[in-house]
């Protein structure tokens, strides 16, 4: 197994050395809310029940049961050290919440990070526009992307060879107001050309099976271009055309961000037997891996959905007219590792 190392994005540090520097000056602006998520809520708010099922040896403990279909089954591992020497270990494996990303139509503005704002100007303003108002009948949304190791900043159930990677506490990883394919359809697709293959009325209505198997909980992997009942996938963007729902919305850009990431190996694949002893660069999303928690303005802390369910299910009476409508979610992974 090769060394592991602590890893903290430059931007983050950028974004560090910005708030110390504002220290008790946010810029107030219009439409920019604080979650007060950095607080007590960092545990009164977490789906706590979501950890499980853990297994241990291939056996499972707790939960419902859901887990992704690739998950690594055998009982022993062998992980390999820098010098290259053998180590055997145990499988042991569990969801972990690992990100947050926050939706905002306010440039620059974290709900996250309790109402600060960033210096953009609003040359690229989010809206939930319908026909009446807005930028028509779409929606935009900027977003900020977090990591978020809770287990390991609480220094719970997870050592360091498990932590696949290296990431020990919040750090801002991605920023789209500075990312020029999220705010252009054109560019989105130049940078994800695959988005060709799938740019057809087949390949969309296909997608009707995808919301059918996310509902009842188990998203079709090989649907790669599909988010279940959320929508379809392409373009990696923040554009979405007709505003079924806020919820359902953001939804599908969460979605959309995780895959956008897996496509530019800034997100990696921590299931199955192939990851066990470090994560691996998967170019497409690996819907399984990922389960959601509404963290903000109305928090789910009873349970979790899957990728692509229908936000009848878990998504009423999630977001708060006015003040509420920018929603912060938590994204959980699934960790398969050689525990020695």
Same mark, same amino acid.
């Given at each position: ?139 935009? *949304? ?130 199955? %037997? ?12 690996? %819907? ?13 802390? %009873? ?8 936000? *009848? %299910? ?27």
């Amino acid at each position: 197994m090769k060394k592991r190392t602590i890893r903290r994005s430059v931007l983050g540090g950028v974004v560090a050395g910005i708030i110390s520097m504002w220290s008790g000056q946010a810029i107030a602006a219009a439409g920019c809310y604080s979650s007060d998520f950095i607080g007590p809520k960092m545990i009164t708010d977490v789906c706590w029940n979501c950890v499980l099922p853990i297994r241990i040896a291939g056996v499972p403990m707790g939960g419902d049961g859901y887990y992704p279909e690739d998950a690594a089954k055998n009982p022993l591992c062998i992980c390999k050290d820098g010098a290259g020497l053998p180590h055997p270990g145990v499988t042991t494996s569990m969801w972990e919440p690992a990100r947050l990303v926050e939706f905002q139509r306010v440039p620059g503005c974290s709900s996250i990070l309790n109402g600060v704002r960033f210096p953009f100007n609003r040359t690229f303003q989010g809206s939930h526009g319908n026909a009446e108002h807005g930028g028509g009948d779409k929606t935009f *949304m900027h977003y900020h992307y977090f990591a978020f190791p809770l287990l390991a900043i609480l220094n719970l159930f997870v050592k360091q060879s498990c932590n696949p990677d290296g990431y020990l506490d919040m750090d801002m990883m991605y920023m789209s107001e500075i990312d020029p394919t999220w705010n252009n359809d054109d560019m989105a697709f130049f940078a994800n050309p695959e988005a060709a293959a799938v740019a057809n009325p087949i390949a969309t209505t296909a997608c009707a099976a995808d919301a059918i198997a996310s509902t009842t909980g188990r998203p079709i992997k090989e649907m790669f271009w599909c988010a279940g009942s959320w929508g379809t996938l392409y373009p990696l963007s923040g554009n979405k055309v007709g505003n079924w729902s806020i919820v359902n919305d953001t939804s599908l850009l969460t979605a959309r961000v995780l895959a956008a990431l897996h496509r530019r190996g800034l997100a990696w694949k921590t299931s199955g %037997k192939k990851a066990m002893c470090e994560g691996k660069i998967h170019p497409t999303l690996p %819907k399984q891996q990922y389960k959601f928690t509404s963290v903000y303005p109305r928090p789910e802390t %009873k349970s979790a959905h899957v990728m692509g369910e229908s936000t *009848m %299910k878990w998504g009423l009476a999630r977001k708060v007219p006015a003040v509420g409508e920018d929603l912060v979610y938590m994204i959980w992974r699934w960790n398969d590792c050689c525990n020695y």
